[in-house]
T-cell receptor, first 113, second 114 residues
Framework: GENVEQHPSTLSVQEGDSAVIKCTYSDSASNYFPWYKQELGKRPQLIIDIRSNVGEKKDQRIAVTLNKTAKHFSLHITETQPEDSAVYFCAASIWNRDDKIIFGKGTRLHILP | NAGVMQNPRHLVRRRGQEARLRCSPMKGHSHVYWYRQLPEEGLKFMVYLQKENIIDESGMPKERFSAEFPKEGPSILRIQQVVRGDSAAYFC????????????FGPGTRLTVT
């Protein structure tokens, strides 16, 4: 089955700097890659997603890239702000086959003042 | 449009009791997924249901756990004879199904087994 690896597990960046979180997946059939943000005690919230027919997607300060050949995908957050502090999960799914989402273990992002 | 609803938000059970967790999907969503999150860990898929059907239960423990999504009413995740290791946050998510990839999560039920 699908396995998603995520790193780093913890990331501290100065406010205003960029943060990058990287993930790999094992099943080449995976075709949908969502990213979720989870604040302490709250539900995971979908912040951006990418499908396998697209290499890059951007939404304001957040961008995601996908390299299907290498089975890598990454989240980039620019101009980080204190409210970006949270745990971020990458995930992979095979849309229209299983549909279940396989999550990475998460990255705890700290934005330093 | 109300989001995904889960209740109760917090549930305390003694070892050996039953836990019943409920999930009402977003309006118009017919697909429900249950995930378990242990403290300081990621979310682990448990089961995927459509109305009256279990589509994929590959993540469900073989014993004590069951799930249903009846024609009327919420989806139920049932844990019989709970043990301390069942303490976790249980999240459900819903999606419209064939028209959309996205899954939207409920607020979770935090189960504590004493």
């Amino acid at each position: 089955g699908e396995n998603v690896e995520q790193h780093p597990s913890t990331l501290s960046v100065q406010e205003g700097d960029s943060a990058v979180i990287k993930c790999t997946y094992s099943d080449s059939a995976s075709n949908y890659f969502p990213w979720y943000k989870q604040e302490l005690g709250k539900r995971p919230q979908l912040i951006i997603d990418i499908r396998s027919n697209v290499g890059e997607k951007k939404d304001q300060r957040i961008a995601v890239t996908l390299n299907k050949t290498a089975k890598h995908f990454s989240l980039h957050i620019t101009e980080t702000q204190p409210e970006d502090s949270a745990v971020y999960f990458c995930a992979a799914s095979i849309w229209n086959r299983d549909d279940k989402i396989i999550f990475g273990k998460g990255t705890r992002l700290h934005i330093l003042p | 449009n109300a989001g995904v609803m889960q209740n109760p938000r917090h549930l305390v059970r003694r070892r050996g009791q039953e836990a019943r967790l409920r999930c009402s999907p977003m309006k118009g969503h017919s697909h429900v997924y249950w995930y378990r999150q242990l403290p300081e860990e990621g979310l682990k898929f448990m089961v995927y249901l459509q109305k009256e059907n279990i589509i994929d239960e590959s993540g469900m423990p073989k014993e004590r756990f069951s799930a249903e999504f009846p024609k009327e009413g919420p989806s139920i995740l049932r844990i019989q004879q709970v043990v301390r290791g069942d303490s976790a946050a249980y999240f459900c998510a819903s999606s419209p199904g064939t028209s959309s990839y996205e899954q939207y999560f409920g607020p979770g039920t935090r189960l504590t087994v004493t």
